[in-house]
């Protein structure tokens, strides 16, 4: 198996709705070495969970089996995908009643499963494998002046057992780490392991939004150059909806530019911001921007 | 602060369903539900029941484990669950409040009880194994950022939309 190519999951809503998060993770893959593989992988299979878990888990199953088909490991950008994935890689592989039931399932489509691969979040795997080092090698421009909020996001990091302990659930450092490393300053502040609301949202929009707004309020207090997130949905929430919410509770105006991960990452390797997909984010990033010198 | 709860919840014994606990039990993610000590942890943690008492997952575990169908399943709270999981991360017990709302919303379903917004995600992941149809104007915007292009269907893993939403015809 090779060691630097992977196989890259986008998921449904990256590549419909999340064009800034692909472009500016294929840009950094290729400026870090790292080589991102797309095969005609299907949703992963979480909003299964809700109608039939064992039929989620087989969905996600079968993105496995095609995976390994080619011999690659997964990295996930999107957490919903990295949780259902991981979980699927974890039900199958151990012994348990639910294993055999989505085995079958598989099988019965003419595929199998024989857990030779792993699925990461690119985050974890650049904190885990990559190293942090590395890439602090590869940082030409420090950010030192930003201050940094970030939104872990809740399936990047629970339920912390199918995820072999790789952060503390409860005082995560992975993508601290990481953010420390491109030379800027990760800004503590309340409410920070809370969820987006994302997955509310579908269901009920104001209860949704009041989940987000909470989450906006606190990291308006904490006066930061940006929050920095990891998924798409809670792009959506906090960026997509971030007027929505202003309009909706006559508050703010929140002003907070709300990145990916990736497109922090990119910016400190040099990138072209033009080349990081900010055409894409709905709050204005030139603030951010300008304090790095820097042309959006 | 969160609000008070201060509903009083009657239980009327005649309208229990035991079988309620016994489909739920079924499940993945429901066999460990009669484990649940009650100590509320889960509601202390579950972002929803902060912003309002009606969202509560120990009571919803309780009047599950009671038999307490139409209750459960007439509160939209399981349907509007974040599932962030901080509930199942401190739970003492194991008891996975989060894995029990999907198990509850599995036995929902099987009982043809499923939003419109659920059964429109089903329908396309049956025709295109994806949630987003890839429309023409997504296919614009990716040629135009030179992102390789996505076949219209993914259908890695086949489904049935009538068979997992038990629709009659």
């Known amino acids: ?296 | 602060m969160p609000e008070a709860d201060t509903e009083q919840t009657v239980v009327e014994t005649e309208k229990l369903d035991s079988s309620f606990l016994r489909k739920i039990m079924k499940h993945p993610g429901g066999e460990k539900i009669l484990v649940c000590l009650q100590c509320g942890v889960c509601s202390s943690s579950c972002p929803l029941r902060l912003v309002s008492p009606e969202y509560n997952p120990r009571k919803t575990v309780k009047k599950a484990i009671l038999g307490m169908k139409d209750q459960v399943l007439s509160n939209e709270f399981v349907w509007f669950c974040a599932d962030c999981n901080a509930c199942t991360e401190r739970c003492p017990q194991g008891v996975n409040p989060s894995e029990v709302m999907k198990a509850i919303k599995n036995v929902a379903v099987e009982e043809g009880v499923a939003p419109e917004a659920v059964k429109k995600i089903v329908a396309n992941l049956e025709e295109h194994g994806r949630v987003y149809p890839i429309e023409e104007f997504t296919k614009d915007e990716r040629e135009m950022q030179d992102l390789p292009s996505l076949e219209p269907d993914a259908k890695v893993f086949k489904i049935n939309k009538k068979k997992l939403l038990r629709e009659k015809n």
């Open chain 1, 1 to 296: 198996m090779s060691e630097e190519e992977f196989a890259l999951f986008l998921g449904c809503t990256i590549p419909v709705r999340g064009l800034g998060y692909e472009i500016s993770t294929r840009k950094v893959a290729q400026e870090l070495g790292i080589k991102l593989v797309d095969l005609n992988f299907s949703c992963c299979g979480y909003p299964l969970k809700s109608v039939d878990v064992v039929a989620a888990k087989s969905m996600a199953t079968a993105n496995l089996a095609l995976a390994e088909s080619k011999k690659l490991n997964v990295l996930t950008i999107c957490n919903a995908c990295t949780g259902t994935l991981t979980d699927a890689c974890v039900s199958v592989n151990g012994e348990n009643p639910v294993g055999e039931e989505v085995r079958k399932e598989v099988e019965k489509q003419g595929l199998s499963y024989n857990g030779t691969i792993w699925v990461k979040h690119f985050a974890r795997y650049l904190y885990e494998d990559y190293s942090v080092d590395k890439l602090r090698e590869h940082v030409k421009v420090p950010l030192k002046n930003l201050r940094i909020a970030i939104h872990y996001g809740c399936h990047y990091l629970r339920p912390s057992e199918i995820y072999d302990e790789f952060d503390d659930p409860e005082h995560p450092e992975s993508v601290k780490k990481i953010i420390e490393a491109l030379g800027a300053t990760v800004v503590d502040y309340a409410g920070r392991l809370d969820c987006c609301g994302g997955a509310t949202m579908t269901f009920n929009q104001k209860l949704g939004a009041t989940l987000a707004k909470k989450k906006l309020d606190n990291v308006k207090k904490a006066n930061v150059d940006a929050l920095v997130l990891f998924c798409p949905f809670c792009s959506i929430m906090y960026d997509g909806h971030q007027r929505f919410i202003e309009d909706e509770f006559n508050c703010g105006p929140y002003n907070i530019p709300v990145l990916f991960l990736t497109q922090l990452i990119g910016l400190a390797l040099g990138v072209d911001p033009k080349e990081l997909g900010f055409d894409y984010n709905k709050v204005d990033v030139q603030p951010l921007l300008d304090k790095i010198g820097k042309e959006g």
